[in-house]
């Protein structure tokens, strides 16, 4: 089952990137290209036929399965980046982290009214991530299919702020 080898393969540092955070580090599972796929297959397999036209991902992370999940699809990658990382016209959206604040942009061009996108991230935690991208994307005047993550951290509740839409996670901790 994947959820016992994602388990085995992930690395857990203490106090990253700050003290009392828990990180989960996802690199030794990268190092593994057979379960790579099988993560891939899980995360689009909700969204397979369900009319979706694009995926976005989340810089940073977001970005190491995005675009595999959209090549298996056939389907455009959207990135959503961090401020400043784009160099055309962008939306901008401010969020809370379980740390501190941040911001993520988005191409004014990058999806339209045409579009019903997932959005991937490699952790669920408070949601605010989640949420802004999404705000992004619907700046961008598209709908928002869903999302997938492949760690789920339950004790942050960020289900709660995306809990209208169909969401994904792989584990959850």
């Given at each position: 089952?994947?959820?016992?080898?994602?388990?085995?393969?992930i690395r857990m540092v203490q106090?990253?990137?700050?003290?009392?955070?828990?990180?989960?580090?996802?690199?030794?599972?990268?190092?593994?290209?057979?379960?790579?796929?099988?993560?891939?297959?899980?995360?689009?397999?909700?969204?397979?036929?369900?009319?979706?036209?694009?995926?976005?991902?989340?810089?940073?992370?977001?970005?190491?399965?995005?675009?595999?999940?959209?090549?298996?699809?056939?389907?455009?990658?959207?990135?959503?980046?961090?401020?400043?990382?784009?160099p055309a016209s962008t939306f901008?959206q401010s969020y809370q982290l379980?740390?501190?604040?941040?911001?993520?942009?988005?191409?004014?061009?990058?999806?339209?009214?045409?579009?019903?996108?997932?959005?991937?991230?490699?952790?669920?935690?408070?949601?605010?991530?989640?949420?802004?991208?999404?705000?992004?994307?619907?700046?961008?005047?598209?709908?928002?299919?869903?999302?997938?993550?492949?760690?789920?951290?339950?004790?942050?509740?960020?289900?709660?702020?995306?809990?209208?839409?169909?969401?994904?996670?792989?584990?959850?901790?």
């Open positions: 089952m994947i959820t016992r080898e994602l388990q085995d393969a106090d990253f990137p700050k003290q009392g955070i828990s990180f989960c580090d996802l690199t030794p599972v990268f190092k593994q290209p057979v379960l790579v796929r099988k993560m891939v297959e899980a995360l689009v397999e909700p969204f397979r036929n369900q009319g979706i036209t694009a995926i976005a991902g989340i810089e940073s992370r977001g970005f190491f399965l995005a675009p595999a999940m959209a090549l298996e699809l056939n389907l455009p990658f959207i990135p959503i980046r961090k401020p400043g990382k784009l901008a379980e740390y501190g604040m941040d911001s993520l942009e988005i191409h004014t061009d990058a999806l339209s009214n045409r579009d019903f996108v997932m959005i991937h991230d490699d952790v669920l935690a408070t949601g605010g991530t989640a949420r802004a991208a999404a705000q992004l994307v619907e700046q961008c005047g598209a709908k928002v299919a869903g999302f997938t993550f492949i760690i789920e951290l339950l004790s942050l509740n960020g289900r709660e702020k995306i809990k209208t839409l169909p969401t994904t996670s792989l584990l959850t901790f």
